[in-house]
């Protein structure tokens, strides 16, 4: 009787400590997270274009005079000293709108809130900045539906098809 005791003791122990540690992650991006994100990027940055990008430890805001939109930033990685992708959650108020530029017509993907910006050349006062587009449709949305989506959609190898490297804005540090 007492094995059993014990027996039935270390597996209630053992249940909890797994529930415990399935309970404390998150891999869906709701609790964001910046783990990763280069302290460089911090701080507000601004294009000749007069584009401007706030980025936090946790968010990221975009300002043009046609567009503005941001979200929490969910994944950052960093490919090399100098080069990366953060990926962020819109906030359901600053979602980015899509125009197809033929029709003029509204293409925002509905459900698609996953959404990369790559950054390259950074360095303390200046970066190179991309939004990211999908090439091959025309230059439309490139959004995903989940953060593994996007994680897998923006990584390193994939970055010629979502950014044209040629056609990229430096941004130099607000002070």
Sequence with gaps: MFLSRRSF?????VCIFVA???TACSTDGDDGGADGLD?????????SFDEKYTITQNNLSYESEYSSW???IVHAASFNDNTGVLIIRYDADKKQQWTNWDTMEDITPAGKDFYG???RQLTANSVVI???SDQANNWGPSET?????????FAFDNMANWIDLGFA???GRVQ
């Excluded at 003791?9 to 122990?13: P, T």
């Excluded at 302290?39 to 601004?46: C, E, K, M, N, Q």
């Excluded at 539906?145 to 959609?153: G, K, N, P, Q, V």
């Design 117 to 119: 910006i790559y950054f």
């Design 169 to 171: 804005a430096p941004f």
């Design 130 to 132: 991309s939004n990211t």
């Design 39 to 47: 302290p460089r990027l911090i701080g507000s940055w601004v294009s």
């Design 70 to 72: 941001g979200g929490r």
């Design 145 to 153: 539906a989940t953060l593994a989506d996007a994680i897998s959609r």
């Design 9 to 13: 003791a270390l597996c209630v122990s």
């Design 20 to 22: 415990l540690l399935f």
